[in-house]
């Protein structure tokens, strides 16, 4: 009974710790690169469509 009772505890940790660890947001972008997805996010070829139908 105490193994079960032992078992059950380390599965409750490591899902718990596994819960903690948090979701993972694609890439981290910095310098270079968090430039180019910028200009290339806001300055795509769609946004200027958009503006210019209005």
């Not at 105490?2 to 505890?9: D, H, Q, S, V």
């Not at 710790?17 to 890439?27: E, R």
Request: with cysteine; hydrophobic share 45%; aromatic share 10%.
């Amino acid at each position: 009974m105490m193994w079960k009772t032992t078992a059950l505890a380390v599965c409750l940790l490591l899902a718990g710790v596994q819960a903690l660890d948090g979701p993972s947001y694609g890439v981290k972008l910095c310098g270079r690169e968090f430039i180019r997805a910028v200009i290339f996010t806001c300055g795509g070829s769609r946004w200027k469509r958009s503006l210019t139908n209005t």
